[in-house]
């Protein structure tokens, strides 16, 4: 996890950053709720509403402020998680993924294991499930990194 200035003390009232999250899914709903529940397990977040826009995110991001974890949904417009969860994984091979569908297939789990996601979360996700997701995935990104 890179250095962040926004880590600060926590018995100051301040947040204590635990990592930054990439969140892309085109239901806004989801992003607002997946957000508010990261920024309370103390994350930082950002947000994209497709694929396109998730690589304009995190190619247009700073180097002390490039995403730990990504959570990215399968099906958006433009382009979803199928098309541009292989640019991820070649472009940027320590961030973990999180796929999060409302239209979970085995045949299409097995393919993004293979791709190397390292976890696949069902629509409606518990925050407690996800939060959890993520921590894992953030030691798996520093065992990566």
Same mark, same amino acid.
């Given at each position: 996890?890179?250095?962040?200035?926004?880590?600060?003390?926590?018995?100051?009232?301040?947040?204590?950053?635990?990592?930054?999250?990439?969140?892309?899914?085109?239901?806004?709903?989801?992003?607002? *709720?997946?957000? #508010?529940?990261?920024?309370? @397990?103390?994350? %930082? +977040?950002?947000? =994209?509403?497709?694929?396109?826009?998730?690589?304009?995110?995190?190619?247009?991001?700073?180097?002390?402020?490039?995403?730990?974890?990504?959570?990215?949904?399968?099906?958006?417009?433009?382009?979803?998680?199928?098309?541009?969860?292989?640019?991820?994984?070649?472009?940027?091979? *320590?961030?973990? #993924?999180?796929?999060?569908? @409302?239209?979970? %297939? +085995?045949?299409? =789990?097995?393919?993004?294991?293979?791709?190397?996601?390292?976890?696949?979360?069902?629509?409606?996700?518990?925050?407690?499930?996800?939060?959890?997701?993520?921590?894992?995935?953030?030691?798996?990104?520093?065992?990566?990194?």
């Amino acid at each position: 996890m890179g250095s962040y200035s926004l880590a600060m003390n926590v018995r100051e009232g301040k947040r204590m950053i635990q990592g930054r999250v990439l969140i892309v899914d085109d239901d806004a709903h989801v992003r607002k *709720t997946v957000h #508010i529940a990261l920024l309370q @397990g103390g994350y %930082d +977040v950002c947000e =994209a509403e497709d694929g396109v826009q998730a690589i304009d995110t995190i190619q247009h991001t700073s180097a002390d402020k490039i995403v730990d974890v990504i959570i990215c949904d399968l099906e958006m417009p433009k382009m979803g998680g199928k098309e541009v969860i292989p640019f991820f994984r070649s472009q940027f091979p *320590t961030i973990p #993924i999180i796929v999060m569908t @409302g239209f979970p %297939d +085995v045949q299409s =789990a097995t393919a993004l294991f293979k791709q190397g996601v390292v976890d696949y979360l069902i629509k409606p996700v518990e925050l407690g499930t996800l939060l959890e997701a993520v921590r894992r995935a953030m030691g798996e990104q520093a065992m990566l990194g």
